[in-house]
C-alpha cells in the first residue's frame, strides 16, 4: 500500500492521476500548506525539502519525493505509462523533464505574481506570463502532429495535464493554441485524471 502525501495543488495531484490510471490502492495523506504542515517534523522526515508531494511505499519500504522522480518510480514499479525502449523513455523523460524544469516553475511564479505577491508588480506578471505562453505555443507545436506529448499517453502528460488545467486561473489566454487546447480535453475525458484532480475536496 502506498502513502501518497499532498495537497489540491498542481504537483499535489500528479501521483493520484498516476494511480487512478493503474488502479494501484492508496491512503491519502493531507499535508495542509496553509497550515504550514510540510514544516512538521514528522513531514520533513520523508522530504527534507518541505513540499509535497511525496510517497512512501510500504510494499518496498521505499520513500520518493519530487513530483517527477515519484511518476518515474510508479511508472517503473508498474510497467506503465513508462516506456522501457531507449528511444521512446529518452523520449518521455525529455517531455517529463520539459514540465519539471519549465512549466511547473515558471506557472508556478505567474500564480504567485498574479494572485499571492503582497503588491501588484507589473515586471513579474508580464516575465512569468510571456514565458508561460511561450512553453505553451511550445506544447501546442509538439501536440499539433501527436495526441500526446511523447507519442502515447504517457507519465510526461500526467505531470503537465494539472498545470496546463489551471490556465484560466493563471489568466493565460491559450485560445490560438489549438492543439493543446484538444489535448486538455483529451486528458480531461479520462476518468482517472478526473478522480486524481479532485482529490482532497472537502
Ligand atoms: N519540484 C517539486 C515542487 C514541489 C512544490 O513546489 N510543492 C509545493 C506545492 S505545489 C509545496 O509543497 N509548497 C509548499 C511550500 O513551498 O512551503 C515537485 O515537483 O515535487
Same mark, same amino acid.
Given at each position: 500500500?502506498?502513502?501518497l502525501y499532498t =495537497? !489540491?495543488?498542481?504537483?499535489?495531484?500528479?501521483?493520484?492521476?498516476?494511480?487512478?490510471?493503474?488502479?494501484?490502492?492508496?491512503?491519502?495523506k493531507?499535508v495542509?500548506?496553509?497550515?504550514?504542515? #510540510?514544516?512538521?517534523?514528522?513531514?520533513?522526515?520523508i522530504?527534507?525539502?518541505?513540499?509535497i508531494p511525496a510517497?512512501?511505499?510500504? $510494499?518496498? *519500504?521505499?520513500?520518493?519525493?519530487?513530483?517527477?522522480?515519484?511518476?518515474? =518510480?510508479?511508472?517503473?514499479?508498474?510497467?506503465?505509462?513508462?516506456?522501457? &525502449?531507449?528511444?521512446?523513455?529518452? /523520449?518521455?523523460? #525529455? +517531455?517529463?523533464?520539459?514540465?519539471? @524544469?519549465?512549466? *511547473?516553475?515558471?506557472?508556478?511564479?505567474? @500564480?504567485?505574481? !498574479?494572485? &499571492?505577491?503582497? %503588491? /501588484?508588480?507589473?515586471? *513579474?506578471? %508580464?516575465? =512569468?506570463?510571456?514565458? &508561460?505562453?511561450?512553453?505553451?505555443?511550445?506544447?501546442?507545436?509538439?501536440?499539433? &502532429?501527436?495526441?500526446?506529448?511523447?507519442? $502515447?499517453?504517457?507519465?510526461?502528460?500526467?505531470?503537465?495535464?494539472? +498545470?496546463?488545467?489551471?490556465?484560466?486561473?493563471?489568466?493565460?489566454?491559450?485560445?490560438?493554441?489549438?492543439?493543446?487546447? !484538444?489535448?486538455?480535453?483529451?486528458? #480531461? %475525458?479520462?476518468?482517472?485524471?478526473?478522480?486524481?484532480? /479532485?482529490?482532497?475536496?472537502?
Open positions: 500500500m502506498i502513502d =495537497y !489540491r495543488t498542481p504537483n499535489g495531484r500528479k501521483p493520484s492521476i498516476f494511480l487512478e490510471e493503474v488502479g494501484l490502492p492508496y491512503t491519502l493531507k495542509d500548506l496553509k497550515t504550514g504542515e #510540510q514544516f512538521h517534523q514528522d513531514f520533513v522526515a522530504n527534507p525539502n518541505s513540499k510517497i512512501v511505499d510500504h $510494499d518496498t *519500504g521505499i520513500t520518493v519525493f519530487e513530483s517527477g522522480a515519484i511518476l518515474v =518510480y510508479l511508472g517503473e514499479k508498474t510497467g506503465q505509462f513508462l516506456p522501457t &525502449s531507449l528511444a521512446e523513455r529518452a /523520449n518521455v523523460m #525529455q +517531455w517529463l523533464m520539459f514540465q519539471m @524544469g519549465n512549466i *511547473g516553475p515558471m506557472f508556478g511564479q505567474l @500564480g504567485h505574481f !498574479r494572485h &499571492s505577491a503582497p %503588491e /501588484n508588480i507589473p515586471y *513579474g506578471i %508580464e516575465r =512569468y506570463e510571456k514565458e &508561460s505562453l511561450r512553453l505553451c505555443k511550445v506544447m501546442d507545436q509538439q501536440l499539433a &502532429s501527436r495526441d500526446f506529448l511523447a507519442g $502515447d499517453y504517457s507519465i510526461a502528460d500526467i505531470a503537465t495535464y494539472p +498545470w496546463v488545467a489551471i490556465y484560466e486561473h493563471l489568466q493565460l489566454s491559450i485560445d490560438d493554441c489549438p492543439h493543446l487546447l !484538444r489535448w486538455l480535453n483529451r486528458l #480531461q %475525458e479520462r476518468p482517472a485524471v478526473y478522480k486524481g484532480m /479532485n482529490i482532497l475536496k472537502d
